[in-house]
């Protein structure tokens, strides 16, 4: 057996400094903690989300945190070509890269059986969390990272991985989503990095109907015993697009507060 080489490792491994960074669904929730995330260890970001004026308002808040990194904001709807286009184009445009892409937009109109699902709703369920977050990765690939690399999170759900009969349409959206992210990681390696997070339930405006009506009894569930915080998924993501992440590739990684451990969902 050969012995092994021993690499002083820098202490700065998770910097993000002098990258660029594009944060869909960022005007509050994970995109929002993400953003700010990001900024905190030196990148650029740039904010993108369908309503102009709350997108604005996360991008002061963010420009007040005082880091060194840069905040753009496009506002755009993810399903649109011309949105996505010109947000990616925004990155390259204004601060030169596109190293880092997020795909958090995610919605979720359709409660209950699907035998009662209104098809329509499905279908945009499966166009916005699926197909806008490959149409982003398009986007990325031919303005830079085809030629550069870059690394790719999409934000994904326990509810991809185990069925909920709750949210079921939203669920089978997240499973395409993750199956979406192994074959990206598949065929874009080995210069571009793609995985995804599979998050429980998290305390956002988005996930309101989950637990707001007893907070407690929603986290009994839990090993943790509390409801996850944007910050818990932010740091995650963090890290994953981090050089101290350059052998992870085509994962889904949860951050459940051990929900799954659990055998339920």
């Not at 030169?96 to 699907?114: E, H, K, Q, R, Y």
Request: glycine content about 10%.
């Amino acid at each position: 057996m050969s012995p092994i080489t021993l690499v002083a490792m820098s202490t700065d491994l998770s910097s993000l400094s002098g990258r660029t960074a594009l944060v869909t669904g960022a005007s509050r929730g994970i995109g929002l903690a993400t953003a700010a995330e990001l900024l905190a260890r030196g990148a650029n970001v740039v904010i993108t989300a369908r309503k102009p004026e709350p997108l604005e308002a996360a991008a002061e808040q963010l420009r007040a945190l005082g880091h060194k990194g840069q905040v753009s904001a496009v506002a755009g709807n993810a399903g649109d070509d011309a949105a996505r286009a010109e947000a990616v184009a925004r990155a390259v445009t204004e601060f030169g890269s596109l190293d880092i892409l997020i795909n958090n937009t995610g919605i979720n109109p359709v409660f209950g059986a699907l035998m009662d699902a209104d098809l329509n709703a499905v279908s945009k369920i499966f166009d916005v969390n699926v197909v806008a977050a490959l149409g982003y990765v398009q986007e990325a690939y031919r303005a830079w990272m085809a030629e550069h690399g870059g690394a790719v999170v999409n934000v994904a759900s326990v509810a991809g991985i185990r069925s909920s009969g709750v949210i079921s349409a939203y669920g089978a959206s997240k499973a395409a989503l993750i199956r979406l992210t192994e074959e990206l990681a598949w065929q874009l390696g080995p210069k571009i990095r793609v995985n995804a997070v599979a998050p429980g339930v998290v305390k956002t405006k988005f996930a309101d109907a989950l637990y707001s009506a007893d907070e407690e009894r929603a986290a009994s569930g839990y090993p943790l015993k509390r409801l996850g915080e944007p910050e818990d998924v932010a740091r995650l993501i963090a890290f994953l697009v981090s050089d101290e992440a350059a052998w992870i590739t085509g994962d889904v990684v949860r951050v459940d507060g051990g929900l799954l451990a659990t055998g339920s969902l």
